[in-house]
C-alpha cells in the first residue's frame, strides 16, 4: 500500500530553495459552461440528482456515437486565443485508453499530439521583492479539448477514498462535460517564488477564463482543477534565470493532484518542494509517482506509482471528424476577446486614481466589476471603493462568501451604492447616517432612498433649529466661545460635538462649524 | 407472384400489398409459419419477435385501409441483424456478454425501419461482435446454410443470409466490416451491399471497428435490395462520419439494369491462385455476360491490395480493443464475480467478467489490438496499416480514372463445412480478402450470386465495387447481371436449394 500516514520529512524552505532550483509544469483542467455536454446534448447543470442528465451516448452504450459541441470548441479557440497560442488548423480527438468504472466507455476522448491551441504564453504579475511588482511570463504548451469522466463517491471509508470502502457509486452526471486542459511548458526560473509563481498564474487564468465566460471558474466546486508537477534540480549559481542553472538537467518529477483553492496551489508546491530537498538532500532519489494534497494537513501523500512507460494506447478517435476551424472563423473569434483582464486592471486604476495598494486591495476584494458598474451608475470612484470594502466586504467575509455572490445573494446592487452616494453628495445624508441606510438596505428594508425616508433620516435643512441650538451652546459656554473670539478656532470642536448632539446627529458638521465661527467672529 | 408469400420478393410483396390484394398481417403470418417451420434446422434467429412484428403489421394495415399514403416498403416484413439497437428487443451481438440487456433506444437504421412501416420479425445470429466470417463464433451457435446445412452461411451475418436464402424474411439488414454482408450473400446465394462508408448511418451499431463498420441491405434481388438501402441510408446527424447527402438512385439503377457502354475493371489482384476453380469460372462467365450486354471490360491491377489483409487485421483488431473496453459489467450486461475472493474490487469483477463473457476470438483480437496500440508499437503497426490504407485508396482511385466499376469474386470458395477453419483463424480470414480493401478505402461494394460451382453445387458470389458515393452503379452492373443470369437459368439461383422441413411447411 503506496499510502503512508506518517508525515513525510521536510527540509526548511529557506534551505531547500538554497540549495535547489524548481521546475514546475501546471495542467489546469477547466469545465466549459456549455449548455450541454461535449458529445450529446444532455445537460450540465451542476448539483442535480445523480444520474438524472444522462443519455447512451454519455453513458457509452453499446452502439452510441459522439458528436462534437460546436460550441465548446469555440470555446477551445477563444481560450487558445486569450492564451496568444496559435489555433491548429485540422486536428483531431484521440482516445485514451484506461480502465476506471467512472469512466463509461473506458476511454477518455481528448485529443493527444494534435491539440486545438498550442505555443502560447500568460504573463502574470508577481511581487518583485521591494514592494512593486513584476511581470513573469509563464509560457503554455497547449489546450486541448476533452470530457470528463463521472464522479465516484466511495461510501464506508475513513477517508472517502477507494481504499478501505465498503461499495462505490458513480454518478454519471459529470460525464461528458467539455473539458478544456491548459498545459503550460516547464516554468524554469522562478527560483524561490516559484510557489508564488504557481498561484499567480491560476489566478491570471482563472480570472481570464471568467473575462471570456467560457466557465464558472469555481475551484471549490471542481470546475477549474489544477495538477501541480514539481522538481528539483541542484542550484548552479545565483540567478535561477541564469545560464547556468538552466543548463542543469531537469529531475524527476512528481504531479501532486486534487489542488482546489489558490492558495493550495502555492502550498502544495511549496511543500512539495520541501519534501523532495529532504530527500535530495539525503541523498535519496524522487520516484516518479502521483500525489495527493490534503487541504487539512497542508502535506501531500503518495498516489500511484507513475512511469513514463504508462501506456494509454492513443489512437485517432474514428468516430469523429477532424476538427478544422477556418481562418475566417478563428479571426472572428479573436474579435469577440475581452480586454485581457491584467490591461483591464491598469487601465481603470489608472481611471479611478487609486494607488497600487488600493487597487490590489479591490481585486482582493473581487470588486473591480463592482466599482466598474457603481461608477457607470453615477457614483465616485473613491466613494464606490469605500462603500464596496467597507461593510459589505466584512460581511461576505465573515460568511465566508466573496463580494460578488453575497451582494447577488441579497439582491444588493451598484445602483444602490450609487444611489446613496447621491445622498451624501446632495447633502441629504452625512457619513454616518448613510452607514445606518446602508446597514438599511443590507437588511433588505428597501433602496437608500426608501431607507432614509423610512427611518427618516436626514439632515436639517431649516437652519432656524440649527442656529438656535448653535445659540444654546455658546451661551452655555462662555469661555470656549471666548477662546474662539480671540483666534482660537481649533476650540470650535468642542462646541460642534455639543451642537451635533443636540441636533441628534441631523446636522451637517461642516455647516455647524461655519454657523459657530460666524456667530463668534 | 408466387402464391407463397415468403417465395416472393420485397417489391412484389410491397405492390400486392399496395394494391391491397395481400395485407401485412399474412405476409408477417407467413413468415412466422415459416421461422417456426425451418428455424429449428437453420438457426438463423436469435430471437422472434412474433407480437411485435404481428402489432407492427396490424398498424399498417389500418392505415393502409384508412387510405393513408405509405412508404413502399410498408408492411413488407424484416429481419434485423443483432449487432443494431432495438429499443425493447434484446441485442446480444452474438455475445454472453450482452445477455439479456435490453436497449432503451433505436439505432438510426431500425428507426428508419420503423419509419418505413415494416414489421421487424427478429433479430439475426452473428458471430460475436461481428468476428467471423461463418457465425461459428456465435455465443448462440451457429448459423446453418440453408444449401447444406453441415455448412457455413458465411459471416459475420450469417444470421441474416441464412433468413433471406431461407425464406424466413424477404429482407435482412447487416453490417459490413471486412465482408460481413457480401461474403454472406455469395456463400448463400443471395445479394447483399456494402454502401459507401458514411452512406448508412453507424448510431445505434455496436462497434466493431468504426472506420470501417458499415451497415447494408440483404435480399434475395437487387432491386429488393435496392429498396432497403434507400430505407436504411441517409444523412443522420447523430453520426459524424455520416455523409451529408441524399442516398443515391439506387432503386432507379436497379430498375433500369443498364450496363451499356460502362468500363468495367476485372481487379487482377482478386482472382486467380487461392481461388476454387468453380467460383473462377462462375466469375469469368458473369464478367462475358456483361460484355455481351455492352459493358466494355479490362483488367485493372491494384498493387497494394496484397497488403489490404495485413493492414486490415492491424486495424480491426485496434479500434475493437477500444470499442470492446466498454464492457466491464459496470453498468449493463453480464457480471461476473471473481472467485474466491470475498469483496471483489471493480477491476477484479470487471476482469472476470470479460473472461467469462468475452469468446476466444474476440479475445484474439483484443489482445492484437492493445499490443497493436502499444507505444514503441504503434508506428510500426497501427501507424503502418493506415499508411497501407492509403495506399489502398490510392489504388482504387487510379483504377476508377480509368473505369466505372471494379469486379472480382466476393469471396474465394463456396461455403466451407462447419468445424473446417474453426481452428485455423488465418484460413478464417482469407475468406475476406477480396471484400476487405472496400472496408479499408469506404468504397461500396455488392455481391451478387453469380451461380453455382460445378465441384460442389454451392453458390458463388461475384463482387461490384464503385467509388465513394456511387452505390447506383453496383445496382446497375448488379441488376444487369442477375437479368442475364435469370434468362440463362429461366429461375432464380435459390430454386435450386435443398427444401428445408418440407412437410412442416405443407402442413403449415
Redesign the interface.
Known amino acids: 500500500m503506496a499510502v503512508t500516514s506518517a508525515a513525510d520529512r521536510v527540509l526548511d524552505y529557506d534551505e531547500a530553495v538554497a540549495k535547489f532550483d524548481p521546475v514546475m509544469g501546471l495542467e489546469v483542467h477547466v469545465e466549459l459552461h456549455t449548455a450541454t455536454k461535449m458529445f450529446c446534448g444532455c445537460p450540465t447543470t451542476f448539483g442535480a440528482e445523480p444520474n438524472s442528465q444522462v443519455c ?1 451516448v454519455c ?10 459541441n460546436e460550441k465548446a470548441v469555440e470555446s477551445a479557440v477563444r481560450i487558445g486565443l486569450a492564451l496568444n497560442c496559435e489555433i491548429a488548423e485540422w486536428c483531431r480527438f484521440a ?1 485514451k ?1 484506461y ?1 476506471y ?1 467512472d469512466m ?4 477518455q476522448t481528448s485529443q493527444y499530439d494534435e491539440p486545438i491551441a498550442f505555443n502560447g504564453y500568460l504573463d502574470v504579475e508577481v511581487e518583485d521583492g521591494s514592494g512593486g511588482t513584476e511581470i513573469f511570463r509563464v509560457e503554455i504548451e497547449r489546450a486541448h479539448m476533452e470530457e470528463d469522466t463521472g464522479k465516484s463517491l466511495h461510501v464506508g471509508g475513513s477517508t472517502g477514498r477507494i481504499h478501505g470502502a465498503e461499495y ?1 457509486l ?1 454518478d454519471y452526471n459529470r460525464a461528458g462535460i467539455p473539458l478544456i486542459e491548459i498545459v503550460t511548458k516547464p516554468i524554469v526560473g522562478a527560483g524561490e517564488r516559484a510557489p508564488e509563481v504557481a498561484k499567480a498564474y491560476v489566478s491570471a487564468l482563472r480570472d481570464l477564463l471568467r473575462a471570456l465566460d467560457v466557465s464558472d471558474v469555481k475551484m471549490e466546486q471542481g470546475s477549474m482543477r489544477c495538477d501541480a508537477n514539481v522538481s528539483l534540480r541542484v542550484r548552479a549559481g545565483d540567478d535561477p534565470r541564469g545560464d547556468a542553472q538552466l543548463a542543469v538537467p531537469f529531475g524527476t518529477r512528481t504531479e501532486t493532484k486534487n489542488v482546489n483553492s489558490l492558495r493550495s496551489v502555492e502550498r502544495a508546491v511549496r511543500y512539495e518542494m520541501s519534501r523532495q530537498a529532504a530527500i535530495l538532500d539525503e541523498g535519496g532519489t524522487i520516484l516518479q509517482e502521483t500525489r495527493h494534497w490534503h487541504e487539512d494537513t497542508g502535506m501531500t501523500t503518495s498516489g500511484r506509482v507513475k512511469s513514463d ?1 504508462d ?1 494509454y ?3 485517432p478517435e ?4 477532424p476538427v478544422a476551424p477556418t481562418r475566417e472563423t478563428v479571426d472572428e473569434l479573436r474579435g469577440t476577446l475581452p480586454e485581457p483582464p491584467g490591461l483591464r486592471r491598469k487601465r481603470l486604476q489608472s481611471e479611478w486614481g487609486f494607488s497600487d495598494l488600493e487597487m490590489r486591495d479591490v481585486v482582493n476584494a473581487r470588486a473591480v466589476e463592482l466599482i466598474e458598474e457603481t461608477v457607470a451608475a453615477g457614483a465616485g470612484a473613491a466613494a464606490a471603493k469605500k462603500w464596496w470594502l467597507g461593510e459589505p466586504s466584512r460581511r461576505a467575509n465573515a460568511e465566508g462568501q466573496d463580494l460578488v455572490s453575497y451582494a447577488a445573494g441579497l439582491g444588493f446592487a451598484p445602483a444602490h451604492v450609487a444611489e446613496l452616494d447621491r445622498l451624501v453628495t446632495s447633502g441629504r445624508l452625512n457619513d454616518s447616517m448613510a452607514r445606518q441606510v446602508l446597514d438599511g438596505v443590507l437588511a433588505g428594508e428597501g433602496t437608500p432612498t426608501e431607507v432614509a425616508d423610512a427611518r427618516g433620516l436626514e439632515l436639517v435643512q431649516d437652519d432656524s433649529a440649527l442656529e438656535a441650538a448653535v445659540d444654546r451652546v455658546i451661551d452655555a459656554n462662555p469661555d470656549i466661545a471666548e477662546k474662539i473670539r480671540g483666534g482660537k478656532v481649533q476650540a470650535a470642536g468642542a462646541l460642534i460635538g455639543q451642537v451635533m448632539k443636540e441636533m441628534k446627529g441631523q446636522a451637517d458638521a461642516g455647516k455647524v462649524r461655519a454657523l459657530i465661527l460666524a456667530r463668534l467672529s | 407472384m408466387n402464391t407463397d408469400l415468403t417465395r416472393a420478393s420485397a417489391a412484389e410483396l410491397a405492390d400486392a400489398l399496395a394494391s391491397k390484394s395481400i395485407s401485412s398481417v399474412e405476409v408477417t403470418q407467413a413468415h412466422l409459419d415459416r421461422i417456426a417451420a425451418v428455424d429449428g434446422q437453420v438457426h438463423a434467429y436469435l430471437h422472434v419477435d412474433a407480437e411485435g412484428a404481428l402489432a407492427t403489421a396490424r398498424a399498417i394495415d389500418e392505415r393502409r385501409a384508412a387510405g393513408e399514403s405509405l412508404p413502399t416498403l410498408a408492411g413488407v416484413p424484416i429481419a434485423v441483424k443483432d449487432v ?2 432495438t429499443k425493447g428487443l434484446p ?1 446480444t ?1 452474438g455475445s454472453r456478454m ?1 445477455e439479456g ?1 435490453i ?3 433505436d ?1 438510426t437504421v431500425v428507426r428508419h425501419i420503423k419509419a418505413a412501416g415494416m414489421p421487424i420479425l427478429g433479430k439475426t445470429n452473428m458471430d460475436e461482435f461481428a468476428m467471423g466470417s461463418s457465425t461459428e463464433h456465435s455465443a448462440y451457435g451457429p448459423s446453418r446454410n440453408p444449401w447444406d446445412l453441415e455448412r457455413i452461411p458465411g459471416g459475420s451475418g450469417g444470421g441474416s443470409s441464412a433468413v433471406i436464402a431461407s425464406f424466413q424474411a424477404p429482407l435482412a439488414t447487416g453490417t459490413d466490416t471486412g465482408g460481413s454482408i457480401r461474403q454472406p450473400a455469395a456463400v448463400t446465394g443471395t445479394v447483399g451491399t456494402k454502401p459507401t462508408y458514411g452512406g448508412v448511418s ?6 466493431l ?3 470501417l463498420d458499415q451497415a447494408g441491405p440483404c435480399a434475395r434481388t437487387v432491386l429488393d435490395t435496392a429498396l432497403l438501402h434507400e430505407v436504411m441510408g441517409g444523412h443522420d ?5 455520416s455523409i451529408d447527402a441524399p442516398v443515391p438512385p439506387v432503386v432507379e439503377a436497379a430498375r433500369r439494369a443498364d450496363v451499356a457502354g460502362m468500363r468495367i475493371g476485372v481487379v487482377k489482384e482478386l482472382g486467380g491462385e487461392g481461388y476454387q476453380p468453380g467460383v473462377r469460372a462462375r466469375f469469368d462467365e458473369a464478367v462475358a455476360l456483361l460484355v455481351e450486354r455492352g459493358a466494355e471490360v479490362v483488367e485493372v491491377s491494384c498493387p497494394n491490395f496484397d497488403y489490404a489483409l495485413a493492414a486490415y487485421y492491424l486495424i480491426l483488431p ?2 475493437a ?2 470499442n470492446l ?4 459489467a ?3 450486461g453480464m457480471r461476473v464475480l471473481p472467485e474466491g475472493i470475498d469483496a471483489p474490487t ?2 477484479q469483477v ?1 476482469a472476470a467478467t470479460r473472461d467469462a463473457g468475452f469468446g476466444d476470438e474476440v479475445k484474439r483480437r483484443i489482445i492484437l489490438g ?1 499490443y497493436a ?3 514503441g508499437y ?1 508506428d510500426a503497426y ?1 501507424g503502418s496499416a493506415q499508411k497501407v490504407r492509403t495506399l489502398i485508396a490510392q489504388d482504387f482511385a487510379r483504377a476508377y480514372e480509368k473505369v466505372d466499376v471494379l469486379v472480382s469474386p466476393t469471396a474465394p470458395t463456396t461455403a466451407f463445412k462447419l468445424g473446417d477453419k474453426l481452428d485455423d483463424p488465418m484460413a478464417m480470414y482469407l475468406n475476406d480478402i477480396a471484400t476487405i480493401p472496400a472496408n479499408l478505402a469506404g468504397v461500396p461494394g455488392m455481391s451478387v450470386p453469380s451461380g453455382v460451382a460445378d465441384e460442389d453445387g454451392l453458390p458463388t458470389g461475384i463482387q461490384i465495387l464503385a467509388p465513394a458515393t456511387k452505390d447506383e452503379r453496383l445496382y446497375s452492373v448488379g441488376a444487369a447481371l442477375e437479368q442475364a443470369l435469370l434468362e440463362r437459368w429461366g429461375a432464380p439461383i435459390l430454386s435450386r436449394a435443398p427444401e428445408l422441413g418440407a412437410d412442416l411447411v405443407k402442413g403449415a
Not at chain 1, 59 to 68: C, D, S
Not at chain 2, 237 to 241: E, K
Not at chain 2, 325 to 328: E, I, L, R, V, W
Open positions: 447512451p453513458l457509452g452504450l453499446p452502439g452510441a456515437l459522439p458528436v462534437v482516445r485508453n480502465f468504472p463509461p466507455k473506458n476511454f462505490s458513480v512507460a501506456d494506447r492513443y489512437f474514428p468516430d469523429l471528424v | 443494431m439497437t441485442t451481438c450482452l440487456w436497449p432503451p433506444y439505432a453507424r448510431y445505434g451499431l455496436v462497434a471497428a468504426s472506420s446527424p447523430l453520426d459524424s462520419t485496434s479500434e480493443s477500444s473496453a466498454k464492457f466491464d459496470m453498468r449493463y471493480a477491476e470487471m492493445t496500440l502499444s507505444s504503434y497501427y
